[in-house]
């Protein structure tokens, strides 16, 4: 079954889109943002996401923040993909590299639906919304992005977990005989994986993203298909998804097998407790001078505070 009700969420702040919003908007596409987009057009995605085009142009704005946006060009050239490179400029530089072309994603493990998907199979078109979500990378810097996608419950109804799935695993494209530039070096142990426990995957936030600023998703940016959990850090949010298996064990996470003592399973963002080599108290907003304070799961603690309910998130990092 499709949740196809408009949950109570939609409500919240920002049910009317700011009109500053529409207009930043607008003029994004009549000025700056027309040549931003023709200098970044080559690292479009195109074949997997051409079904969905029209759709993600057209898709509404149901959720807003008050600060203002990142541009386009901040968010498509300031990048975090390592199979891309691993300064933050390699990404856009190297965006060609990746294919979209024949994309499928192959979903397996504890669900009634298992098989190889399109992405127009698993996201469906009327569904697509428009999400403006800070998002904060444990390396202490946060933009805002307006990013266009689905709920992830959307899919995961379609795909029928059973009852022992208890986690969501994901996995970013990789092929040995041919790997994208960043995957030629060990940095991290490829695929990159990724995993949500089934309740944090349900959350009505937990979006899968197919475009930004009613573009479809750049290849930097993580084309087709990736990942975006707003109240996490930001390498939660798994890129060019191939891909999902639903699993009974907590599944392994990239991060977590490099450096277990330094990334965990649950990476929300927790100003209180720093990473071993640096404080996570503060950020960088891109674009700003002033550093902010971190916000408990990063402004999100209204939504999914109750998720964590009696679990030591020292402990649970
Ligand atoms: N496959 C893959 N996904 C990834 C990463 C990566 O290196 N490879 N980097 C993560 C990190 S650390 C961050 S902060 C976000 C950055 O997303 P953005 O470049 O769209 O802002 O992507 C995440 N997803
Ligand atoms: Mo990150």
């Not at 695929?191 to 009505?204: F, I, K, V």
């Not at 999902?244 to 407790?273: C, D, K, M």
Request: one cysteine or more; glycine letters at 6%.
């Amino acid at each position: 079954m499709l949740i196809k009700s408009r949950k109570s969420w939609h409500l919240g702040e920002g049910e009317v889109t700011p009109e500053s919003l529409y207009l930043r908007r607008r003029d994004f596409m009549k000025l700056g943002g027309a040549a931003a987009m023709a200098a970044y057009l080559p690292a479009m995605a195109k074949a997997a996401l051409e079904p969905l085009r029209d759709a993600i142009a057209a898709a509404p704005t149901t959720r807003n923040l008050h600060e203002d946006l990142n541009s386009f060009e901040d968010i498509t050239s300031y990048n975090n993909y390592y199979e891309l490179g691993t300064s933050k400029s390699d990404p856009s530089r190297n965006a060609d590299a990746l294919n979209t072309d024949l994309w499928s994603i192959s979903v397996e493990g504890e669900c009634d639906n298992p098989g190889t998907y399109a992405v127009e199979d698993l996201v469906q078109a009327d569904l697509l919304e428009e999400r403006i979500y800070r998002m904060r990378c444990v390396e202490a810097w946060s933009m805002v992005i307006p990013w266009t996608g689905v709920p992830l419950s959307s899919m995961l109804e379609k795909l029928k977990p059973n009852s022992n799935a208890k986690y969501v695993a994901f996995e970013t494209i990789y092929n040995p005989d041919n790997p994208l530039p960043g995957q030629r070096f060990p940095v991290l142990d490829w695929p990159y994986r990724e995993g949500l426990r089934m309740d944090e995957a349900m959350h009505p936030l937990t979006l899968m993203a197919v475009g930004l600023y009613g573009k479809p998703m750049p290849n930097q940016n993580g084309a087709p298909i990736r990942l975006v959990v707003p109240w996490k850090y930001g390498f939660k949010g798994i890129k060019s998804i191939v891909k999902i298996r639903f699993t009974s064990e907590q599944p392994q996470t990239s991060w977590n097998l490099s450096a277990p003592h330094e990334y965990g399973f649950y990476s929300n963002v927790n100003p209180n407790v720093n990473h071993p080599r640096w404080s996570q108290a503060t950020e960088r907003r891109i674009g700003e001078f002033f550093r902010r304070d971190t916000l408990m799961f990063n402004g999100y603690g209204d939504e999914v505070a109750h998720l964590y309910e009696g679990m030591d998130l020292r402990e649970n990092y």
